[in-house]
C-alpha cells in the first residue's frame, strides 16, 4: 500500500534534478565564502527578494533566531502574533538565546495582527519599559490556515513601523505560496521586511536549508550570528545546489500543491463528524476540526494511519493536512475515501 503522507511539506524529498545537481555541485568552504554554490544561492535568493544580500542556514529556525538576534540586543521586545511560529514552535529561543522579550498580539483567523494592536503595543519612551524594536509577521500563516498575508496590509504594516522605529522581520517559510496563490512576485511580499526567512524544504522540496534576506550590513551581521549558533557550514554547496532547483524548478508547481488542498477540503467539507473552513484554504494547508462526539485528533489520526493516509493531529479535535508534490490529485480522493470511511463506519 502507498502511503499518501499529508502531515507536512516537510517530508517532500529531493527530485531527481536536485540529486543530479548536487552529485555535481561546485564546492569550497562556505566559512571562508569560498563556495561558489552557496554564494550563487545566496545571490539568486536575495535577487528573488528584492534585497541585496542572503545567507543560507540551515533551517527555519535558525533563520528566524539569526534575524532576530540581529535586530535585537537583551531586553529589547519584539511584537508578533500569539499564533506565530516563532512565539508557539521555535523553543523561545528569542528569550533563551538572545534575552528578547516577547510582546505576543492575538493572530486574527487570517494570519494578520490588527494594526491598531500593533501601534498600541508600541511601548513609549519611559524608563519601566523595554524598548519596541522589531515586528514580526508570518506569510502565509501556518496556524492560520496557511492564509497569505496581502500586499496592500504588509504595506501597512511596514509604514507603522516605520513611523516608530522598528524593523519588520518576515517569517517567510512559506512566501512562495504566498506569492504563487495571490499571484505576485514574492519581492512585493518582501518590500516592506527589513528581513525575510523563507524555507528550501518545504513544498520547494529542497532536502536541507532556509535563506535569510535583508540589507548588505544586516547580512554581515546575522553572518556572525549564524556562526556562533554552530550554523556556519563548510562545503556546503552540495545541499545549495538542490536549493538552486527548489527556486528554479519548484515554485510555480505549488499551484498544483493548492489546488489539491483545496480539493481536499472541499471533500472534506461533505464528511460527516467533520468541520472544515473551506473559503480560507487558499494555499497548501488544510485544518480540519472534528465535531463526531467521541472522537479525538489523535484517534483519526491513527486510523487513517492505519490504512495508509497520515495527517497530523495538531489538537484535541483538530488534524492539519499539508499538500506536497509526492500527492496527487487521485491521491486526494482515495484519501478523502478512506477518511468517509472511518467517519461513517
Ligand atoms: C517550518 C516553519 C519554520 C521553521 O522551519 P524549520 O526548517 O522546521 O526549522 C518557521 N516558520 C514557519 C511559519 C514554518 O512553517
Do not use: W
Not at 545567507?55 to 534575524?67: D, E, K, Q, R, Y
Not at 557550514?233 to 545541499?239: K, N, V
Not at 492539519?320 to 468517509?340: K, N, P, S, T, Y
Amino acid at each position: 500500500m502507498q502511503v499518501i503522507d499529508l502531515r507536512s511539506d516537510t517530508i517532500t524529498r529531493p527530485t531527481p534534478s536536485m540529486r543530479k545537481a548536487m552529485a555535481d555541485a561546485d564546492v569550497g568552504d562556505d566559512v571562508f565564502g569560498e563556495d561558489r554554490t552557496v554564494n550563487r544561492l545566496e545571490e539568486m535568493a536575495a535577487e528573488r527578494m528584492g534585497k541585496a544580500a542572503a545567507l543560507f542556514v540551515p533551517s527555519g529556525t535558525m533563520a528566524n533566531i539569526v534575524s532576530q538576534l540581529t535586530h535585537c540586543g537583551r531586553g529589547d521586545e519584539m511584537i508578533l502574533g500569539d499564533q506565530s511560529h516563532i512565539f508557539i514552535y521555535e523553543q523561545g529561543g528569542s528569550a533563551a538565546l538572545g534575552g528578547i522579550h516577547p510582546r505576543p498580539l492575538p493572530n486574527h483567523p487570517d494570519g494578520t495582527l490588527a494594526i491598531q494592536d500593533i501601534q498600541a503595543a508600541i511601548r513609549p519612551d519611559n524608563v519601566h519599559f523595554p524598548r519596541t524594536r522589531l515586528l514580526v509577521l508570518e506569510n502565509t500563516h501556518n496556524r492560520c490556515a496557511g492564509t497569505p498575508l496581502q500586499v496592500d496590509y504588509m504595506a501597512r504594516a511596514g509604514t507603522l513601523a516605520r513611523q516608530h522605529g522598528l524593523k519588520v522581520h518576515v517569517d517567510g517559510a512559506r512566501i512562495f505560496n504566498a506569492a504563487v496563490a495571490l499571484n505576485v512576485p514574492a519581492r512585493d511580499l518582501a518590500a516592506d521586511a527589513d528581513s525575510i526567512s523563507f524555507c528550501l524544504s518545504k513544498g520547494l522540496g529542497a532536502p536541507v536549508g532556509s535563506l535569510v534576506c535583508g540589507t548588505r550590513d544586516f547580512i554581515e551581521e546575522a553572518r556572525r550570528n549564524r556562526k556562533v549558533l554552530g550554523g556556519g557550514m563548510r562545503q556546503a554547496g552540495i545541499i545549495a545546489a538542490a536549493g538552486i532547483v527548489a527556486l528554479t524548478e519548484m515554485v510555480t508547481r505549488l499551484a498544483d500543491d493548492h489546488a489539491n488542498a483545496r480539493r481536499l477540503a472541499m471533500g472534506l467539507s461533505d464528511i460527516p463528524g467533520l468541520s472544515v473552513d473551506t473559503a480560507a484554504v487558499v494555499t497548501n494547508i488544510v485544518y480540519m476540526d472534528i465535531t463526531q462526539k467521541g472522537m479525538t485528533g489523535q484517534a483519526l489520526s491513527d486510523a487513517l494511519a492505519g490504512e495508509g493516509v497520515r495527517m497530523l493531529p495538531t489538537g484535541p479535535k483538530r488534524l492539519r493536512a499539508v499538500a506536497q508534490h509526492h500527492v496527487a490529485g487521485e491521491d486526494i480522493d482515495r484519501a478523502l475515501g478512506v477518511i468517509r470511511n472511518i467517519m461513517t463506519r
